[in-house]
């Protein structure tokens, strides 16, 4: 079994299935969009039970890196652009990765704060492959963006969002994305699988506090054998972030509900920084 199809049996395990043969977003759903024009790195710091099936003692500098931006070119439509990283590393010395993601383009469209909102997109297969940073990668922020880091996988994705925002600072958002993973390896077996992502989320901001939660879902659509509760996964997070001129820190941590991821991922804690260009 080459690496490709064996990363793609672990990770699709988790929803109760197996390939016979073999969030999603550019920007992370818990990051707040500043404008038409704006730079984000995520940092994220998975925390991985010693008992899973990555079973090793990492540094605390293994993390994934999210270097993502949105720039307008019309009317309320923006391109959008993100670059995966991952880095890890053993406390014993004996394995130490850095890993290329797949790079996102795609655009929206909609106003940025409020209202419908829509993407459209391609991940593009960059990923590096045969290495523990890849996995890594995958797992850190596995619900809503493991197509970012899959070897030889060409994911499009399609998502329709709508948010709301009170005048009093109260906000709801959804969201609902399928993504076709398409394989563009030599391996054999299905050619495409698809998954749906889904999302609800409220928050209250004011003009420099924002702080919020929400909810989030992968739903396999193309498994068979398998009931609802073995095609899905699911994780509760939680945001806050300040609002400082151009710029937004922020921080947001995000916990899995579903028993099989919990019993190889604890938590996930990330970082970011945004810059407001226009």
């Known amino acids: 079994m080459n690496w490709r199809?064996?990363?793609?049996?672990?990770?699709?395990?988790f929803l109760g299935a197996y390939l016979n043969a073999n969030e999603i977003l550019?920007?992370?759903?818990?990051l707040e969009p500043l404008g038409d024009k704006e730079i984000n790195l995520e940092i994220i710091k998975p925390a991985f039970n010693?008992?899973?099936?990555?079973?090793?003692?990492?540094?605390?500098?293994?993390l994934t890196y999210f270097l993502s931006g949105r720039?307008?070119?019309?009317?309320?439509s923006r391109i959008v652009g993100e670059l995966?990283?991952?880095?890890?590393?053993?406390?014993?010395?004996?394995?130490?990765?850095?890993?290329?993601?797949?790079?996102?383009?795609?655009?929206e469209f909609g106003q940025v704060r409020s209202g419908i909102q829509g993407d459209v997109g391609v991940r593009i297969p960059t990923a590096s492959?045969?290495?523990?940073?890849?996995?890594?990668?995958?797992?850190?922020?596995?619900?809503?963006?493991v197509e970012a880091f899959l070897p030889e996988v060409l994911s499009v994705i399609a998502a329709g969002k709508y948010k709301y925002r009170s005048s009093e600072g109260v906000g709801l958002g959804v969201r609902l994305a399928p993504v076709?993973?398409?394989?563009?390896?030599?391996?054999?077996?299905?050619?495409?699988?698809?998954?749906?992502?889904?999302s609800l989320m409220a928050w209250y901001e004011s003009e420099v506090v924002g702080i919020g939660g929400g909810f989030s879902g992968r739903f396999f659509a193309t498994v068979s054998d398998a009931d609802f509760g073995q095609r899905t996964n699911h994780q509760l997070g939680v945001f806050a972030n300040l609002t400082l001129g151009r710029w937004l820190p922020g921080v947001q941590l995000r916990v899995p509900l579903d028993e099989d991821l919990k019993d190889l991922l604890a938590t996930e804690i990330s970082f970011s920084i945004g810059v407001k260009l226009d």
């Open 26 to 30: 550019a920007q992370s759903i818990w």
């Open 129 to 145: 492959t045969d290495n523990i940073a890849s996995i890594v990668g995958a797992f850190s922020d596995y619900v809503d963006r």
């Open 50 to 62: 010693e008992d899973g099936y990555l079973d090793a003692d990492f540094t605390t500098f293994t």
């Open 84 to 107: 995966p990283l991952a880095h890890a590393a053993t406390d014993d010395g004996n394995d130490s990765d850095t890993a290329v993601g797949n790079l996102y383009l795609g655009a």
């Open 180 to 198: 076709l993973w398409i394989d563009t390896g030599d391996g054999g077996g299905d050619s495409t699988e698809l998954f749906v992502l889904y």
């Open 5 to 13: 199809r064996g990363i793609l049996v672990v990770l699709l395990s």
């Open 71 to 76: 720039f307008a070119f019309g009317e309320n």
